[in-house]
Structure formats: C-alpha cells, structure tokens
C-alpha cells in the first residue's frame, strides 16, 4: 500500500493540457504558450478562449466571446436579493461563495458546459462590484457592454471608466493570475468534478479554497507588513526583529519554482512604473527578506512569490484590501472552470485513500453506563 | 496516500466499517444515535449523559437561520434541485466578517443548521411556509416535524436516525477529501462543508440512493425485477445500488439497512431483495471474481423511503448525516495544516509556442 505523502507533494492526481507550472526552470506555460509573451499582450478574454478552446481566437472568435462574456454579466434575481440580504460587513470571499451558488442553481443536475464556463466568469466581477458599491451605501453599477473584462470591472467598482494604463495593470494580473497548475483550489475544482457534479458546485468549492491564507489570503498581509515596516530605511532592522520574534516574511516561499517566479517578475515591472511609492519600500523589503532568507537557507531558491507585487499593483488599481483574494477568484475562474471541463471529458472519481491512525477495534458502552 | 485519519477506517477486505475511538458501525447503530455518533466523531469518545445533554442544548439554539440565509432561501425558485439550495443557504449562514478557523463549536452549528435549510427547501417546493424547529425534538424527528409539521411516529425517526448513524462517516470518500483539501489552505469551516455538499451532488457520490430508488420504482414489482434487470444488462447499464471501490464483502452499512427495510417499507423490501438476489447473480456470472457489490444506496434507499422522506431530498439527508464527519475530519486536519497541492502530468504542447497576434490568427 502506498505511502502517506503529506500535502500529496509529488503525487499525481491528474493530466492536464491546461497549464504547466515548470518549476525546475521557472516558467508558466498556459497550453504550450510561456507566460511572458502572452502577459502583456494579451486580453484577459483571449486567454480565457485560449483555456476553454484550445487556442488563441482569432478576430472573429475574440469578438464573439467578448460579445457572450458582456451579455452574461448580469446577476439573476434571486442573486441580487440574496446579495443585498448578506451582511454588509461580510468578508467578499464568502459573499462571491454565496452568489456564485445562487447565480448556478438549476432544477436539475446540469453536465459542466462551456456556456457555464462563460457565464461564471462575466459574472464574478459584477457580484464583487456590487457588493463594494453596496457596504458603502451607493447604487450599483450596470455593467457596460462597450467595456473588455477588466475595464467593466473597474468601471462598475468605481462608477467612471479608469484610465487606459489602470486597466492594463488589471488585465495583465488577470491573465498572470488565470491558471497555475494543480494548485488547491483548481484541485478542489476537479475533486467535486470527478463525482459528476455541476459546474457551480465546482467553483463554489473552489472559492473556499482560495478563501484559506495559505492559498488566496496573502496580498493583504503583504501591504500590513509593509506598514509596519514602514520606510526603507527601516527594514533591515524591522526585519532582523522580525525574524528573532519566528515571524514569517509574508509574500515569500512558494513550493514549486526553483528560480524568480515568472508572473512575480512581470508584476515587479508593473509596480515600478504604476506605485513608485509602494516599489520603493517593497523592493528594499524585498533584498533584504532574501538576504536573511538566504543566510538561514542558502540552499533554497530565491522565493519572492506572486503576492508580493500582486499587492503594489491591486493597491494602485485602487482596490480595497479585502478584494484582492476575490479578485483573484475572478482571474482562476478562467483556469478553474476549463479545469472542470477537462476532468468531466476524461473522468474518474478521485477517491484517495487514507491511513487509519485510531484505535483497533473495541466495543461501544450504552449511554446509561457511560460516566 | 493522501491523509492520516482517526475519525474513521473503511476496512474494505474485511468488510467492516470502524467509527472514531475503534468502533464498529454494527456494535455503535444500536447503542449511539446520531447526535451522539457525531459527539463520538469530534471528540474522540461518546458522551456522558451530561455532556449529551449539553451538545443537544447547543444544536438546538444553533437550528434558526441567520436573516442572510432566511432571505436567501426565499429570494430562490420554489423548482430548484434541493442540494443547490442547501448549498447556497448554507453559504449565506455561513458568511461572517473574519475568517475563522475551524471549531467544534462550528461544526456543531453547522451540523444543526442544515436540517432546518433542508426542510425549508422541501416546505418551498411544496409551496408551503416554512416550520420553526421544536426545541424539545431530537436531531432526526425535527427534521420531519419540520417538513410535515406533525410529530413523527417514534419508528420513522428510528429508521431516519439509523441512517445518520450509518452515513456519518466513510474514511476518504471524495467530499471528504473535498474538505480537507480546502481546510489545507487553512480556509473557514463553511467553505469546507459547502464544498463538500458540492462534491455529493454529483451522482457518482451522494446521488447514487436517489438513483437507486428510481430503479427500485421503475422495476416496481417482484415478477417485473428479472426482465428489467436482462433488458438494462443486455443495454450495458449499470444497476443503481451495486458496485464499489472499497468492500470486498458486503458492506456492514448495507447489512444494518437491509434489516431495517424489512419494517421500514416491507412491500419494497420483498421487491429489493428479489432485485438484489439477480442482481448479484447477473453480476457475479459475468465476473465471478468480483465480490458482492450490494452498496449502501441501495438499502438506504428503501428506509428512508419507508422513513417517508420524499426522493428528491435523498441526497440532502446524506449531507445532514455527512456532515458530521465533514466536520470531524476538518478539525482533525487542523492538527497539521499543510496545503494539498499534488502534481500533474503535462500532456499538452511543448512549452515555447509563439502567440500570433489577433490580426494573423
């Protein structure tokens, strides 16, 4: 019998022609493509075509999906209730949980489809936006059908259209954030797909997953961090602190580059040019989290990971700290529901097995005997 | 392998099913009722008659629902599948300001909810209004006073706490793994057992009594069980309520279910077990090395339907069982939180392809 592999490093739970993370020689791969010739070139739709199609669209394509994804963006009316009955102080990742679950509800069992693959992902930034717009006490926003995916974001979060160089930081974290690999949520995602479930459930389950810190939960604790320390000038001292306290270094570590995390890097550039003021600090931070990291571990990799410039460049966006996980949800879902698609073409229920660590057997005492 | 676990062990070669602390599942369904097999689940040992009385005082102040939740259920179409429903409500409970980690106390919130959204569910499909929980009923009779509206007689709420019992727990099943794959990212307890109920949805997990059931309706009599039986053969389908991974005798659940029936519902018990006997026969003629694949939907169908709980909700009432060791292993899991993450093949194309602009596609 096999072995138990904590966190199952290292065993394979599934094929995929979606995304390849390559850690050995620090690259993303999305279907045969790197990540750095698509990031800044490419809509955020493009890649969700290039996920759910199997490639690239062509002008005709791109502006049918732009098309379908525009006229999905809307919430049903049970959603819209439920939205607004949901506590104003709720934390966003449960509200997106909970209507992503009321936008999916069917009268009956529902294979996962494409359509459904498009409609999740329209309407993901819609429940973000409006429930933004609502814990402050404004109307909500109608999305506009004019706007790509990341523009109809910002314009519903912040009521005007954002400027060109805003949108394109937004796009470019989307397509960098939209797949990776089996990571814990996209395995959530083929775990409840391998039992024939429907796509909403997938992703609903998804959702929790990304909810944990160890997975989605970090951006914010990058910038709390950054408060703290507060000015390069302070953070070799803050730092040495830190770590005689055992306190960890948010926004570093990862288990699977060996080398600078790709997406990591293209979000470094971002930061320098669009939140000089965070970079400042954040890049000092950043030399020095890696000199001590390196003193105590010589033998690690370098370990910047995603969150850390993930937060310079959601902060200069202009999003509240508590939208960054779900905004990350609203990238994944792209990867997420092509990852539904492709367990439910070739599916076997994921049934692991365990080890038994409890007593042998004995026998039970009847209530009336029991102390 | 993919966990460690104390909360239960599927001892498939030997057929048997161990709950938390060593017991077997045919020693604890006649001493435990649910309330105290999902104590026994978190905690480790069953409880005494004070700490019993504590744990009920708990659940039943945790049974109404938020005003999230109520306006939730409300806001949904009367028509939807109910497991979508328990699903979203549920959420909505669940939606607090802070992340917490997972407790006791949450799971036995959680636990004690989900009869509540189930029976208000079913009251909306049957465009009735919604029945407030009694507080002086147990987990099991509440739930069909919350669904009629009338006490259930003493033998319906034995069959139907029977079967929480025996469905409680089930080692890695996969909405199990579910949950403690996202408690791994040290995610809420919420998001656990939604996921979770997302993960028996699908057929080839919690839905397998339902289909069960419609097998057993379809064939509807003895004489018809073997000409049914021949002609799903001969089309290739697979009978509802056989086959499974993890037995290689007959399931100890299954044996518990297949005596109950026999009270439970007599009239569908005499068509079961003539659907069983060829059943078994039609499968083991085919291949003869296979153990008996009589599996525990198939038993569980008939009580809960001699329970009288309706079809539709089949699948809901094993997610109200369900989540007690849902629950029990998230805390277990706690213990030493690292994030699942496993590997993938690559089968897709070599990495390096350059992207063609839009305009040259």
Not at chain 2, 116 to 139: N, S
Not at chain 2, 212 to 222: E, H, K, N, P, Q
Not at chain 2, 243 to 251: A, L, M, N, S
Not at chain 2, 264 to 283: G, Y
């Amino acid at each position: 019998m096999a072995e138990y592999v904590p966190g199952l490093e290292g065993v394979v739970a599934a094929q995929t022609e979606i995304s390849l993370v390559d850690g050995a020689n620090g690259q993303l791969v999305y279907r045969g493509y790197v990540i750095a010739d698509l990031a800044e070139e490419m809509s955020f739709e493009e890649v969700a075509h290039l996920f759910w199609y199997g490639r690239l669209p062509t002008r005709a394509e791109l502006d049918g999906l732009a098309a379908q994804l525009s006229e999905s963006r809307g919430l049903t009316g049970a959603a819209s209730t439920a939205l607004d009955a949901l506590p104003r102080d709720a934390d966003p990742m449960d509200v997106l949980r909970s209507i992503v679950s009321v936008q999916g509800v069917r009268h009956r069992l529902e294979k996962p489809s494409l359509e459904q693959a498009l409609h999740a992902t329209a309407s993901f930034p819609t429940v973000l936006a409006h429930f933004q717009r609502r814990r402050h006490g404004l109307e909500a926003v109608k999305p506009r059908a004019d706007l790509g995916h990341a523009a109809n974001y910002l314009y519903m979060l912040n009521g005007k259209e954002s400027t060109p160089e805003l949108v394109h930081a937004l796009n470019t974290y989307l397509v960098l954030l939209a797949d990776h690999g089996m990571n814990a949520s996209t395995f959530t995602a083929r775990v409840i797909a391998s039992t024939d479930s429907d796509m909403a459930s997938c992703l609903v389950g998804a959702i929790g997953a990304l909810k944990g810190p160890a997975h989605g939960g970090a951006p914010s604790a990058v910038l709390e961090q950054l408060e703290q320390i507060g000015t390069a000038s302070n953070a070799e001292r803050w730092m040495r602190e830190a770590r005689m306290r055992k306190e960890r270094f948010m926004g570093f570590g990862h288990r699977v580059y060996r080398t600078y995390d790709p997406r990591a890097k293209i979000l470094k550039g971002l930061c320098a040019r669009l939140n000089p003021e965070f970079y400042e600090l954040a890049s000092k931070v950043e030399e020095t989290a890696l000199a001590i990291l390196h003193e105590e571990h010589p033998e690690r990799p370098q370990a910047t990971n995603v969150e850390f410039y993930s937060a310079g460049v959601l902060q200069a966006i202009g999003l509240p700290k508590d939208l960054f996980p779900p905004t990350f949800a609203c990238a994944r879902v792209a990867g997420w529901s092509a990852h539904v698609l492709e367990q439910a073409a070739h599916n076997r229920l994921i049934r692991p097995q365990s080890e038994y660590v409890g007593p042998e057997p004995r026998k039970p005492v009847p209530l009336a005997e029991r102390g | 392998m993919a966990a460690q676990t104390a909360v239960s062990e599927v001892d498939g070669a030997n057929g048997r099913l161990i709950y938390r602390g060593g017991y077997l599942i045919e020693d604890l369904a006649p001493v435990a009722n649910f309330e105290e097999t999902a104590y026994l689940l978190w905690h480790g040992e069953l409880p005494s008659r004070s700490e019993l009385d504590a744990l009920r005082h708990e659940m039943v102040s945790a049974r109404r629902l938020e005003d999230a939740a109520r306006a939730t259920l409300a806001a949904m179409d009367p028509e939807t599948d109910p497991m979508d429903t328990l699903r979203t409500v549920l959420s909505a409970q669940g939606a607090t300001k802070t992340i917490a980690k997972p407790s006791a106390g949450e799971a036995v919130a959680l636990t004690a909810a989900i009869p509540t959204i189930v029976a208000g569910a079913y009251r909306r499909r049957q465009k009735k209004d919604l029945i407030e929980p009694r507080d002086e009923l147990g987990h099991a009779a509440n739930l069909i006073w919350m669904m009629e509206g009338q006490e259930p007689a003493r033998e319906r709420v034995h069959w139907l706490d029977q079967y929480l019992v025996l469905l409680a727990d089930h080692g890695l099943n996969a909405s199990t793994f579910t949950a403690r794959v996202i408690a791994s990212t040290g995610s809420d307890l919420t998001s656990c057992v939604v996921g979770a109920i997302g993960a028996l949805k699908g057929p080839s997990h919690g839905g397998a009594t339902y289909a069960a059931r419609t097998m057993l309706d379809s064939i509807g009599t003895v004489e018809n069980a073997e000409p049914w039986l021949r002609d799903a053969h001969a089309r290739h389908a697979r009978f509802p309520g056989f086959g499974h991974r993890v037995y290689r005798t007959y399931d100890p659940r299954a044996k518990i279910l297949r005596e109950l029936a026999k009270t439970a519902d007599p009239k569908r018990h005499q068509v079961a077990a003539h659907t069983e006997e060829l059943a078994l026969k039609i499968l083991h003629d085919e291949h003869p090395e296979r153990p008996n694949a009589t599996n525990v939907d198939f038993w569980a169908s008939v009580v809960l339907t001699g329970a009288g709980i309706p079809k539709e909700l089949f699948t809901c009432i094993f997610a109200t069982s369900r989540v007690a060791g849902w629950t029990a292993h998230v805390l277990e899991s706690e213990e030493d939180l690292r994030i699942i993450r496993p590997a993938s093949v690559w089968t897709g194309p070599a990495p390096g392809k350059k992207p063609l602009p839009v305009e040259q596609r």
